[in-house]
Structure formats: C-alpha cells, structure tokens
C-alpha cells in the first residue's frame, strides 16, 4: 500500500508539533436525554490519540457528529463527546465551542506537548460537506492552520467527500492512523480471496441502501442471508403479502430479478415475528414469512429462520454481517439479531461485523466484542469498500 502510516509520522518525531486528527466521533445519542448510548467510536481512536501524545505531540482532534446543517446546532455539539474521551483516555481535553473561530485559534494556541484539544462538530460550518470545491477548500485551508501534520483516522467517513476528510490532506503531510489502517488490512481480506465458504448475512431497514453491495457481493459468496427490514420487499418479489412490513414498492422488481440472477446464493426468511404496531409492547406472534397477516407488522426474523440461518453459517470459513435481522432495540424483537450475532460469534471463521448499527447491536445485547474478528466503526464506509468503490478519504491519502 502506497499510504503512509501513524508509524511513518512517529519515526520522524512529533514532539511539539501540531497534529491535526480527522476521527469519526459520530456517537449513537439518546434522543430524550442526549448521552452517548455507545462510545465504541470514541474507544476505537484511542490507540492512535494515545500514540501521538506518548510522543509529545499537540493534538488537535476534529470530528462531525449527526447531520446539523452546516451551522451551530446545540443537540449536535460534541461537548459531552470531549468529556467522554478525557475520561477514556485519562486526561483533560480541551474544548473548543467552535471548530475554526476564536475559541478554536485560542484553544489550539495554548496547547502544551502531549495536550489534546477537540474542535466542535465539523458540519456546524457549511464548508465541511459543500459541493462547490472553492468553499470546501476555504474550510479546508483554515482547519489545516491548526496542524504541521494530519492523520486520518476516521474510517466511518473515508466515503464522504467532505474538507476534513478529502481537502484536508491535501494540504498538510498525512498519514493514515491504526484504525484506518487496520479496517482496510481486514476489508481488503475479504475482497481479495476470502476463505470458503464466504457467507455474508445483510440487513438493515432499506434495500436501496445495500442495493450496490449485493449486486457486488454476488459473484463472490457463497451464501447471502438477507434479514432485516429489507426483507419484506424480497418477500414480497417473491409473490408474498407482507402486510404494514417496511416495503419498497419501486424496489420489488429489481428484487426479483436479483433472486433470479442470485443461483441459489440468497436466502430469505421462512418465518417473521409480525406484531399489531410498531412498538415496544405491541401484540405480535411468529407467522410463515408467506402468510404475514394484512394489518401486522414483520418488526424481526422468526426461530425458524435464525436456525436455517444458523445452520448455513455452520462451517463458513468468512462471516461479514452488516445491519441488525430485526428491531433489536426493542427486546420483544430483539431474539432473530441475537441468534444471529451469537452464531456468528461462536463460528471456526474470519468473521468482520460491518456498520454501525450491528457494531452498537453486539455491544447492546452483552455480547463479548472479542469473540468477533473485527467490528468495523464504518457502515457506509465498510459497504463502499466491499462495493469497490473509490474512497475520497482513502484515495487522498494515497496522494
Ligand atoms: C456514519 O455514522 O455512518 C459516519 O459517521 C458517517 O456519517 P454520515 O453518514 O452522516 O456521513
Ligand atoms: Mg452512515
């Protein structure tokens, strides 16, 4: 690989300067009271963070986290993140409230050797995600006055084109962190020539999200187990009724003719957990996924389904799972992901678990983290790659 690496920055020596860290502190937040509901994304940056400060660096971290619309929005700000982060990696970060202003230039000044400051979210300014080249370079310009170097550790968005992301390095000497880093030896595994049999199980809500990776991922696997909500509208190309199911009617067409191009590859569910309502406490039962009642709806994967699924992963050699098979964070819906993520984790194979809703599934559910090869921090980002797509992030580091 023609990128440099955290270790390349380190041998030339960073003590006293400034490096500017690009990390993906995008953290799932409580809706009612705004905590962090699962800070693998924070844990995930620390080795590097550690790193640069063990060797007298000062570092300067930037990150997004939701989508605000390029201008301050307080349920956006990642100040409860910086305080998270001191806390995990054992010192005080200082917080910067804005991430280019006066509090940025200040907080960043006054920085001593082995410091860490955090900027506030990067999309509070319209420059990060701009279309228009020259506004995000204008962004780009005024963060890399902040940082002698720049490292990119934030896997989660190597797939946007955004300043921080794709600008940046441009303009700085960069380098790739020991995430980024090690998400791509272990993605670049399963494009190269995965060990058989390679079984890959998707779900998630939409079908039109993971269109590109099942029309990629077919000629390679072995198995394609499909759950989630998406399934519904698999279902129903096959002729089945799903009720109030999630559906994408535009999609059951392109559905079809994907089953008949898959030769066998893709498995659906024979059985569907299909409750009254969307809801927590909502009546709900295990039906035939071909005789989902007309006002229910399929809100997870029936036992039938998780054992066929399971025994389809019994002797896989490759396992990558992205998207949950059900409403996990609704117990009563929470058993098909379950069955699943423990199958998976107890399998003899090189197992990669993609995205950031089945990585926060794993730890939602108690689930030992180790027992997994490798949770990636990246959904879209870890799709992208498995798609072949060219990364904005990973090609600007090549540069
Ligand atoms: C993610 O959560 O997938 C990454 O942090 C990227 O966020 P985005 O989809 O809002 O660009
Ligand atoms: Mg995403």
Request: charged share 25%; net charge negative; proline share 5%.
């Amino acid at each position: 690989m023609s990128i440099r690496t955290l270790d390349d920055l380190l041998a030339e020596g960073v003590s006293g300067r400034r490096v500017l860290v690009r990390a993906d502190l995008n953290v799932p937040l409580d809706k009612q009271t705004g905590a962090i509901t699962d800070d693998g994304r924070i844990r995930a940056v620390l080795p590097t963070l550690s790193a640069l400060t063990g060797a007298g660096a000062k570092v300067v971290v930037c990150s997004h986290l939701g989508r605000p619309k390029g201008a301050p929005d307080p349920q956006f700000s990642l100040g409860p993140v910086a305080g998270r982060l001191g806390e995990l990696l054992g010192t005080r970060v200082h917080f910067a409230t804005d991430t280019v202003g006066e509090s940025a230039r200040s907080t960043v000044d006054a920085l001593a050797d082995g410091e860490v400051a955090l900027l506030e979210n990067l999309r509070f300014n319209a420059g990060e995600t701009s279309k228009d080249d020259a506004e995000r370079g204008a962004f780009a310009d005024q963060l890399a006055a902040f940082g002698d170097a720049y490292v990119d550790d934030a896997f989660g968005a190597v797939h946007r084109k955004h300043a921080s992301v794709h600008d940046v390095p441009a303009r700085l000497p960069h380098v790739a962190g020991r995430l980024v880093l090690r998400e791509v030896e272990v993605l670049s595994r399963l494009t190269g020539e995965p060990e058989r049999p390679y079984v890959v199980v998707l779900g998630g809500s939409k079908v039109s999200d993971k269109l590109a990776v099942i029309e990629a991922l077919l000629p390679t696997v072995d198995r394609l187990l499909i759950g989630g909500g998406m399934c519904f509208t698999f279902l129903k190309a096959q002729g089945h009724e799903v009720g109030s199911s999630l559906l994408e009617e535009e999609m059951v067409e392109t559905c079809r003719n994907l089953l008949e191009r898959s030769e066998g590859k893709i498995m659906l569910p024979v059985d569907v957990v299909a409750a009254d309502a969307f809801a927590p406490d909502a009546a709900h039962d295990t039906v035939p996924a071909d005789g989902i009642p007309s006002k229910r709806v399929g809100l997870d994967i029936g036992p039938e389904t998780v054992a066929g699924f399971a025994a389809a992963l019994k002797g896989a050699r490759t396992i990558f799972w992205n998207g949950p098979m059900g409403v996990f964070e609704m117990p009563a819906f929470a058993h098909g992901t379950r069955g699943i993520a423990e199958t998976i984790a107890k399998a003899d194979a090189f197992t990669v678990v993609g995205g950031g809703d089945s990585a926060a599934a794993v730890r939602a559910l108690g689930l030992d983290e180790s027992s997994f090869g490798h949770i990636s921090t990246g959904g879209g980002a870890s799709l992208e790659y498995l798609e072949g797509k060219t990364l904005p992030g990973i090609a600007a580091l090549e540069n």
